[in-house]
């Protein structure tokens, strides 16, 4: 059974730091593009990093560039999510997802596996 699971999500405060895990079943995470999404209540999906196929190098959206880092953990099947100098602009579920293609951005429409999303709120 193919299957993403997220976890790591809570609360914390401006400033804070929250580690996200994306732990896949039923297939290879490092055999697919991976990428890490957000909503917020009232606003669509937005994508905040694309992981390519094997890739080593990540692309990051503007907003989250140079305080959130992927990793991955071969051995794991996991992907995380390290999310430093958190502000409530932060606040959202949290997905992970993958495309079966290279994928170099994260347009979610390229994305066909999902998590279930977990909650991460931020206050100031």
């Keep these: 059974q193919v299957q993403l699971v997220e976890s790591g999500g809570g609360s914390v405060q401006?400033?804070?730091s929250l580690r996200l895990s994306c732990a896949?079943?039923?297939f290879t995470l490092n055999d697919k593009s991976v990428g890490?999404?957000?909503q917020a209540p009232g606003k669509e999906r937005e994508g905040l990093s694309c992981t390519?196929?094997?890739d080593e190098d990540t692309y990051y959206v503007e907003s989250v560039k140079g305080r959130f880092t992927v990793s991955r953990d071969n051995a794991k099947?996991?992907?995380y999510l390290q999310m430093n100098h958190l502000t409530p602009e932060d606040t959202a579920v949290y997905?992970?997802?993958t495309a079966p293609s290279i994928t170099i951005v994260p347009v979610k429409e390229f994305f066909t596996s999902w998590g279930q999303g977990?909650?991460?709120t931020v206050s100031s």
Excluded: D, L
Aim: aromatic residues 14%.
């Design 95 to 97: 997905y992970c997802a």
């Design 77 to 79: 099947n996991t992907v």
């Design 14 to 16: 401006s400033g804070g």
């Design 36 to 38: 890490w999404f957000r």
């Design 118 to 120: 977990t909650q991460v």
């Design 24 to 26: 896949a079943s039923g």
């Design 52 to 54: 390519s196929i094997r």
